[in-house]
């Protein structure tokens, strides 16, 4: 067991424990998109961030990473924290206006409209359905394509994969539903945008 | 009938109250077809009996109206005699003198109940006569209802006697609340080893036929044939064709607080095996918070599963069944702790339940004793004995019994697991009444350093980390506080059938805690009030597991008893 302080309240957990799951243990809130008890990891939100003091100096670390340590102090709700959380939950409901999971957590944390130009996505790039995929149907039907700004999640070549088995898994843990099941059929959002690539 | 005769015995006139004996015997001689009349001393007495034989013979009598305390106890003694004499059983009528009686009569009074009574069961006797007993033939099949301890030790039982038992638990797994236990007293030997054994066994059993998460939906019928129908509930898997290689459970997405352990460690999914031992060893889905059944949108575990075992679509299916015998074996809950107000919501204030799977190896915490809300290792902790029990004015009266073994018990493993911690325990008075029980206290005491407290405890609140235990130590006259890190109740055991269903269907009668009522307090402990319906285990009164066991092998004896005869007699009522 190792022990460290969150928000001022002494805590404890297993070694090898994340800052959120030690949270969570306690039922400490820390907002997450892109986090599911059963899969590893992946950083990819952001909002989890947290404030841990360490020989006296404060740095700001995503908590679903990392690791506790014996005697850390962290923060979870610090001025600093929540700015920068407002900073990101705005990009992300200027990326997805219409995203009911998005749209509480940002008045949550009070940001009613994005000062940013809305773009109508619904996917966010979380890569739980990645995940889901490769660590629990162990099928890898799902990955990243493209780059930057192109980055989406599909399956290779815009094609029906012949892996996929219906499992469902990643619409289950999307969090903000683009990832859709229609008349039993799997619907992702390349799926509605104009490619060069056939889709059947 | 043209020739009856009437023993009174006098034990019962005098049961019965202040009897002017003349005046009965004067009464009854002048009434109908009454050949003889006489008193006699004890009637119970074989020698008295013979007299009555005897009698039989001489006056020619074709009519027999004995007198006595209860037929219930007496009935089968008398007929004996009266059929040995060639007359049939309904040539015979026993007068219960000493039920339903008004006890607050005058002599004038009682002596007229007495006459009447009498006079009631000659003219019944006379409309008896030509009635002839029925028989019925015996199904010889058993219903146990309940898959604790006392239901697998009365399934075992008869099904080793060569007779179908059906079993039927609610939960998915048998095991009852032994198996959540840690060790057991006075042995301290752990319910893994020497309960999961004979879980196996009745799954091995050839003649016992588990009927896991199902319940009784309707009883109808008599001793020998009872209907029953039970509901089969959804698991949303097919246990034909589950393996039990547990695939599904380690692949749910969904995560749900272990409610097995009732303790905020560890989680369970939602789709689980409820405990490792679990007997039959297969998932269910609780449909509450399957995702598939929430959502509609994941499918991972019927898709993953390399049987294709898991059915969403399934329904409660009903069984329809014939059985000659009915054990009820439903066992017992622990009084809530939210009833007692001050109890109500900390994390570290347990009941005996939540300590046990704190101890117990394959808890969440693996054996490890730690406080529910931080995860800390208690230093101080205090047991406090009759929580709810013996507490007329505000719960129960009874004692609940277990409470002062198990609670020395688990101090015991406590300073096993944290050596250099203390445990205290308050207690009213020890009640170690069971076969090395009290060598067991002494050694809790002695070896492992345990604190006695006799009184109650007053009042406990958090302070901070801790808290706070007033209570008074009546032995020296002090006052106590103790700052404790964790506190443990002994809360009172309620009947689980309290309130239920099932007991509403079964239409029997239990005492007004919701223990069922016995046959005869103390001749017939296993028999209900129901021919035919048997009791086994704390769904009669507080057991502890020797008791338990004893009393579902009795239980399974009558049953056994029951299923040799062909025929069972059914009473002219």
């Known amino acids: 067991m190792i022990a460290l302080s969150i928000d001022g309240k002494k805590v404890w957990a297993k070694e090898g424990s994340t800052i959120l799951e030690a949270a969570r243990l306690y039922n400490i809130y820390i907002p997450t998109l892109c986090y599911h008890p059963s899969l590893s990891p992946y950083g990819a939100c952001r909002l989890c961030s947290v404030e841990v003091v360490q020989r006296d100096r404060s740095r700001i670390v995503v908590s679903c990473l990392f690791q506790i340590e014996e005697g850390l102090e962290v923060k979870t709700n610090t001025e600093r924290i929540q700015k920068l959380r407002r900073g990101i939950i705005e990009l992300l409901l200027a990326r997805c206006p219409s995203t009911e999971r998005i749209q509480n957590l940002a008045k949550e944390m009070g940001v009613l409209k994005p000062r940013f130009s809305s773009e109508n996505e619904d996917c966010i790039l979380c890569s739980l359905c990645v995940r889901v995929c490769q660590e629990i149907s162990e099928k890898k039907a799902l990955s990243f394509v493209s780059r930057g700004t192109k980055r989406e999640v599909a399956t290779p070549f815009y094609q029906p994969s012949e892996e996929c088995f219906d499992c469902w898994g990643c619409a289950y843990v999307c969090p903000t539903g683009a990832i859709k099941i229609e008349n039993g059929k799997l619907v992702f959002p390349w799926m509605k945008k104009d490619l060069i690539f056939s889709k059947d | ?573």
């Open chain 2, 1 to 573: 009938m043209e020739r009856i005769g009437v023993f009174l015995c006098h034990c019962s006139l005098k049961a019965a109250g202040d009897i002017k004996v003349q005046q009965v015997i004067q009464s009854i001689s002048r009434y109908d077809r009454v050949a003889y009349v006489i008193p006699y001393e004890d009637m119970c007495i074989s020698s008295e009996l013979e007299l009555v034989r005897d009698a039989i013979k001489e006056k020619r009598l074709d009519g027999i109206v004995l007198t006595s305390c209860s037929p219930s106890l007496h009935l089968e003694c008398f007929r004996n005699v009266i059929v040995s004499e060639g007359l049939s059983t309904y040539q015979l009528e026993v007068a219960g003198l000493k039920e339903g009686g008004d006890w607050n009569l005058t002599e004038v009074e009682a002596t007229q109940r007495v006459i009447q009574t009498i006079k009631a069961s000659i003219d019944r006797l006379q409309h008896q006569s030509h009635v002839s007993p029925s028989y019925i033939p015996i199904t010889k099949r058993a219903l146990v209802i309940g898959g604790g301890i006392a239901g697998i030790q009365t399934a075992l039982d008869i099904a080793d006697g060569g007779y179908e038992v059906l079993l039927v638990e609610k939960t998915s797994s048998i095991g009852g609340h032994m198996i959540q236990y840690s060790e057991v007293f006075p042995t301290l030997d752990c319910p893994q080893c020497i309960e999961t054994p004979k879980m196996v066994e009745c799954w091995q059993n050839p003649n016992i036929e588990i009927l896991a998460y199902s319940e009784v939906e309707e009883i109808s019928g008599e001793i020998g044939n009872f209907t029953v129908k039970i509901r089969k509930k959804a698991s949303y898997v097919d246990w034909t064709k589950c393996n039990g290689c547990g695939l599904c459970i380690q692949k749910c997405l969904t995560q749900v607080p272990a409610d097995y352990d009732r303790l905020p460690f560890g989680h369970r999914k939602a789709i689980y095996i409820p405990f490792a031992q679990a007997v039959p060893n297969k998932p269910i889905i609780d449909r509450e918070h399957c995702g598939y059944f929430t959502t509609g949108t994941c499918q991972v575990c019927s898709k993953i599963c390399p049987r294709e075992a898991v059915d969403y679509s399934q329904k409660d299916t009903f069984i329809d069944i014939n059985v000659g015998a009915i054990i009820l074996a439903t066992g017992f809950e622990l009084m809530s702790k939210k009833e007692i107000s001050e109890y109500d919501d900390d994390l570290d204030i347990i009941d005996g339940i939540q300590f046990e799977r704190l101890l117990s190896p394959g808890g969440p915490t693996a054996g490890e004793v730690l406080r529910p809300s931080d995860g800390k290792t208690p230093r101080e902790v205090v047991f406090i004995s009759c929580v709810g029990s013996r507490d007329p004015e505000h719960f129960y009266p009874y004692c609940s019994k277990v409470c002062c073994m198990y609670l020395a018990k688990m101090a015991m493993l406590y300073k096993h697991a944290v050596p250099d911690g203390q445990a205290y325990i308050f207690y009213i008075d020890i009640r170690s009444t069971g076969k090395g029980y009290e060598e067991f206290i002494q050694r809790a005491v002695e070896e492992d350093h345990v604190v006695y407290l006799r009184g109650r405890v007053s009042r406990l609140f958090r302070e901070n980390d801790k808290i706070k235990v007033y209570g008074v130590d009546t032995l020296s006259g002090r006052t106590i506080v103790i700052d404790a890190d964790l506190v443990v109740l002994g809360m009172a055991m309620v009947p689980s059938l309290k309130g239920t269903e099932l007991i509403k269907k079964l239409n029997l009668k239990t005492d007004k805690f919701g223990f069922l009522s016995e046959s005869h307090f103390k001749m017939r402990p296993m028999e209900s009030l129901k021919p035919g319906i048997f009791i086994a285990g704390t769904s009669q009164s507080p057991k502890d597991i020797p008791d338990t066991v004893a009393q579902a092998s009795a239980a399974a004896s009558k049953v056994l008893i029951l299923f040799t005869q062909e025929m069972v007699i059914q009473e002219y009522a």
